[in-house]
């Protein structure tokens, strides 16, 4: 069955689900080159990548409609990636293991919106239990208070939730998978705004990380696990491997790979888990990448947080919605038909680009929005020594 098309008695289910990424600035940035052959994984496969023009939509967003040969990283930031397990140790028995989605992959924290918890909420919480970090809650290094956000609102774009500060970077829907879709609210936490996150300790947490798979192997190999309950089994089986502070450069690299028609791993580890569990693709990781290229239009902190104060997650919500709870399979082949007809929307071989509210975003776009906010600051900047001149003169 078509990844898009369900039993006809099966109406869509939408979930919300939230992502935090936690992001520092870099003390002495250096630009950095990816070009298209670094991009597609370097070696004589790259060339025949680029032929097939396999998910073209990426190339649109990293290099630009114009057939750019590369794309400058400005290096200003790192943002903080966790390497997933491989196995879904809930799926999986003693006699078969079974690959988790994104097997051995680098992600963000993030996870399902649990009932009566608001998204803000959500994204820390998943921080906390994927990654191990833990916040004091006076560990925050700049508190200001957000303006209170209307009460209907169960989202704000500058949220304080115990111990963090997390803004709303942008809200998306999914493609419908099996009869369900994802309304994901993207958060980032700065360094700055975060004292805990300034002092993160990541080979402190990998070794927290490494007892675990250990505890859990132990289990194993005794076959305790398999008749752990279902809560107690989330509870003690590993989900990600290790943590590490990746620039953004590097982090493309290993989500444009994904979607690659010859399979290129990210590592030899990814490698062996594959061949250990059968799995012979991995997963397109499209949407996490265009968050990161959303980032790196930032120049700097300052155009970060500006941007973030302005969002109306409502507004947000009601713009890049278009897949509603209980829609049924028919109107569903209407709205997907709709957006495939927008000339926009679609590229040369009629395979969506990166969609922000229905408008299809390339590099030139982002290449667009970088220089206004390096604008924005130079103003900004000429503005406070404008104003301090008289006191020195």
Sequence with gaps: MPPFEWPKATALQVRRAAVCLCLRRVPHPVPEKLTRE???????????????GSFDGR????FGKRGAPFRTFHGEWEVLMGQNEAVNWLRSSKDRLVARRYPAEWVFAGGAVEPNETPVDAAFRELQEEFLVSAPESSMATPPLPPAPPPHSRATSACLTPGAMLRLLSVRQTRPI???????YNYVATASENSWLASLDTDSINAQLADRRARHAEMIETGEFWALEKKVKMMVSPEVRQVRWVGLREAVIMLFTSMNDVTLCVDDWQREEFVRLG??????MFLTMTLLLDVESFPSEQSLLRYTDKINPDSELERVQWLYEGMPQHELDAAIDVRRIQKTGESQQGKPRYRKGGESITAEDLAVRRAERIAHDNAESAAVVHTRLPSQL
């Design 38 to 52: 670094d991009a597609y994984g370097g070696g004589g496969e790259w060339k025949r990548e680029m032929e097939s």
């Design 59 to 62: 190339a649109d967003v990293v």
């Design 178 to 184: 099996r009869a369900r879709t994802d309304i994901m």
């Design 279 to 284: 799995v012979t693709r991995r997963d397109p």
